[in-house]
């Protein structure tokens, strides 16, 4: 290998993964997207979708959120080209906007993961409940089991490997499309209108079932943060692509049997996936149905405690959020954040199974509005960045920009607005609510803690360790919380 | 810019720090890894390895395959040699650019941050 010319800020890394000795390969990178967007609470966006929408038609609203996940797809694809880094998020939008507002929006967007990780373990729990015949208030026991193990895994550095990943999503997306199918196929009855949403239903209805179609592809561009471990830089890019049209067709199937082969009370329960197995294949199908809803939370699991943990580890280490977060443990695992995560994971789930059992709702129009909002932050860096960053090297970049950016923030902010105002097919401003207090506490955070944390810092470095590098003769150099100050006075200048 | 000689001497001091800390030998146990080093201000490249716990001598040039490649101005690397210099801040701004698993990437960044933070 040879050393390459000078590569300066922010260009692809100078070697790249290719050459290296372990690198995701694309198989791998497709799997990650799909997998860490198909989580157990997919069941249930899906079931919820089915009440908007007239008859069999459900599969539209999930094709028209399709299409608009392929919008965030070329917003994500151009931010990803030009920020191949596990911190890209903070690195595009530090760039688009003041950094405050770029952190309060990262750290309430970072609770959608918690949200999730929450409500998977919860659905796993109500599952194995009602599977094993078992008293439901043993689900909250199981979901502890699931996220202790979780935690336990995590701080033991355990990260599962590329091919069981490959194999655990392949698994989970082939066996829900096959039971729809088959279940679709045994039910003897044909669909019921299924070119016509807008049968006997408003148009609203339809905006509120697009809004909630966004859910079920959600989380498929957490891929960026595995940009530097790639093969190929366009790995990522392509992974992406593959991963919406994938969702598309598992969830467009999924949805149109659970549509037409349940009940009101089965698609309103939290494991909408059991009766659909058991209409195609009875007893077994449950059984079946259980276990790959476990294996979606081994993607969830895996991606959404290591994605979060190390993220704030990162900026603990920034020094934008208590130093106490980027303790390590034996293994090099950040075990405050992880622990933290795991807590707040298992109180969520509690909450939610102790207000009634089915406010996951609220958590899938939160998951819903929170992501529709990172897609139209998407939208703005992309269309701020082509004016800041104009020089900068995109190997991807989105054709008709000013159009399509626009278009995106418009359409993603309403969508966003529409979930978190909707819960259940009945307006509920709960979800919004939630959001809001999320984002004022996040942004409360930011201008009120983060500078004091960053000062004690300095001053923590200043007191306890001089620099250390030897001057070289005829220099003068600067202390280290100099050097620092400056560049905090830099950023705040830029 | 900071010439190779500099960066080999901060090197070594780094190397008996990291060596010499007896919790940052438990964090890297099992971690056998080489890393490459590469200067994008004077395009030199460095190689350093860590196996049984070690943090072996930096060869100059690029020795062998990486687990993990790190981008930055000979600078940066003789500030974060020093210590005097946080890698995250500095990867998190995109001054230093990394190719390799995150689980890499988090036991490099432990061995700066054991080494001289002692967390």
């Known amino acids: 290998m040879t050393v390459g010319p000078a590569s300066g800020a922010g260009s692809a890394p100078a070697s790249g993964a290719a050459g290296l000795r372990r690198a995701m390969g694309f198989r791998t990178a497709v799997s990650t997207s799909t997998g860490?967007?198909?989580?157990?609470?997919?069941?249930?966006?899906?079931?919820?979708?089915?009440?908007?929408?007239?008859?069999?038609?459900?599969?539209?609203?999930?094709?028209?959120?399709?299409?608009?996940?392929?919008?965030?797809?070329?917003?994500?694809?151009?931010?990803?080209?030009?920020?191949?880094?596990?911190?890209?998020?903070?690195?595009?939008?530090?760039?688009?906007?003041?950094?405050?507002?770029?952190?309060?929006?990262?750290?309430?967007?970072?609770?959608?993961?918690?949200?999730?990780v929450a409500a998977d373990a919860f659905v796993v729990g109500a599952a194995l409940t009602h599977v094993l015949h078992v008293p439901t208030g043993l689900t909250a026991v199981w979901t502890l089991v699931l996220l202790g193990l979780a935690v336990g895994s995590n701080l033991r550095g355990v990260k599962v490997a590329g091919w069981v990943q490959?194999?655990?999503?392949?698994?989970?997306?082939?066996?829900?499309?096959?039971v729809s199918v088959v279940a679709l196929a045994r039910s003897g009855t044909p669909l019921h209108g299924p070119l016509q949403p807008f049968h006997h239903t408003s148009g609203t209805n339809f905006v509120e079932s697009v809004a909630l179609g966004i859910f079920l592809y959600s989380a498929f561009e957490w891929v960026t943060t595995n940009a530097e471990e790639v093969r190929d830089p366009r790995h990522i890019h392509r992974a992406m692509f593959l991963a919406v049209c994938i969702l598309f067709v598992v969830c467009a199937v999924m949805t149109t049997a659970m549509g037409h082969l349940?009940?009101?009370?089965?698609?309103?329960?939290?494991?909408?996936?059991?009766p659909l197995g058991a209409r195609a294949f009875g007893?077994?199908?449950?059984?079946?149905?259980?276990?790959?809803?476990?294996?979606?939370?081994?993607?969830?699991?895996?991606?959404?405690?290591?994605?979060?943990?190390?993220?704030?580890?990162?900026?603990?280490?920034?020094?934008?959020?208590?130093?106490?977060?980027?303790?390590?443990?034996?293994?090099?695992?950040?075990?405050?954040?992880?622990?933290?995560?795991?807590?707040?994971?298992?109180?969520?789930?509690?909450?939610?199974?102790?207000?009634?059992?089915?406010?996951?709702?609220?958590?899938?129009?939160?998951?819903?509005?929170?992501?529709?909002?990172?897609?139209?932050?998407?939208?703005?860096?992309?269309?701020?960045?082509?004016?800041?960053?104009?020089?900068?090297?995109?190997?991807?970049?989105?054709?008709?920009v000013r159009v399509l950016a626009i278009l995106g923030m418009v359409v993603f902010g309403l969508l966003g607005l529409v979930a978190s105002v909707s819960v259940s097919n009945r307006f509920d401003p709960l979800p919004l609510v939630i959001i809001l207090v999320l984002g004022a506490a996040s942004a409360l955070y930011t201008v009120r803690v983060v500078p004091r944390l960053r000062a004690a810092e300095l001053e923590r470095?200043?007191?306890?360790?001089?620099?250390?590098?030897?001057?070289?003769?005829?220099?003068?150099?600067?202390?280290?919380?100099?050097?620092?100050?400056?560049?905090?006075?830099?950023?705040?200048?830029? | 810019m900071a010439t190779g000689q500099e960066l080999i001497e901060a090197y070594t001091d780094w190397q008996v720090r990291c060596n010499g800390n007896q919790r940052l030998g438990k964090m890297l146990r099992g971690w056998d890894r080489t890393v490459h080093l590469v200067a994008s201000d004077t395009g030199e490249g460095f190689t350093l390895s860590v196996a049984g716990s070690v943090l072996g001598d930096l060869q100059v040039g690029l020795a062998g395959q990486p687990d993990l490649v790190v981008t930055a101005t000979s600078e940066d690397f003789a500030d974060l040699f020093w210590g005097d210099l946080n890698p995250s801040e500095k990867y998190l701004s995109g001054d230093i650019v990394l190719a390799g698993s995150s689980e890499d990437v988090m036991r490099l960044d432990a061995m700066s941050m054991v080494a001289f933070l002692d967390q």
């Open chain 1, 461 to 494: 470095r200043a007191a306890t360790r001089p620099r250390r590098r030897p001057a070289r003769p005829g220099t003068a150099r600067r202390a280290v919380p100099e050097q620092a100050m400056e560049r905090e006075e830099t950023s705040e200048r830029s």
């Open chain 1, 166 to 178: 490959d194999i655990a999503t392949t698994i989970v997306l082939v066996v829900t499309a096959v």
């Open chain 1, 262 to 274: 349940l009940d009101h009370g089965q698609l309103t329960s939290p494991f909408p996936q059991l």
């Open chain 1, 283 to 400: 007893e077994a199908g449950v059984w079946l149905m259980t276990a790959v809803t476990a294996v979606t939370a081994l993607n969830t699991f895996n991606g959404g405690f290591i994605t979060a943990s190390r993220f704030i580890y990162a900026t603990a280490r920034e020094g934008s959020l208590p130093p106490t977060l980027a303790r390590l443990n034996d293994r090099a695992v950040p075990w405050v954040p992880v622990v933290a995560l795991g807590v707040a994971s298992f109180c969520v789930a509690v909450v939610v199974e102790v207000v009634g059992g089915s406010e996951w709702e609220v958590l899938v129009a939160m998951g819903a509005a929170l992501e529709a909002m990172i897609y139209a932050v998407a939208a703005f860096c992309v269309l701020r960045l082509r004016g800041r960053l104009a020089e900068h090297h995109r190997p991807f970049r989105v054709p008709l």
């Open chain 1, 36 to 116: 860490l967007a198909f989580a157990a609470l997919q069941y249930l966006a899906a079931a919820g979708l089915v009440a908007y929408v007239a008859g069999d038609s459900a599969w539209i609203s999930i094709g028209v959120a399709g299409i608009l996940a392929l919008l965030a797809w070329g917003f994500f694809g151009e931010l990803n080209g030009m920020f191949p880094t596990a911190a890209a998020i903070r690195r595009y939008m530090s760039h688009a906007m003041d950094d405050r507002i770029a952190l309060s929006i990262t750290f309430t967007y970072l609770t959608t993961i918690v949200l999730v």
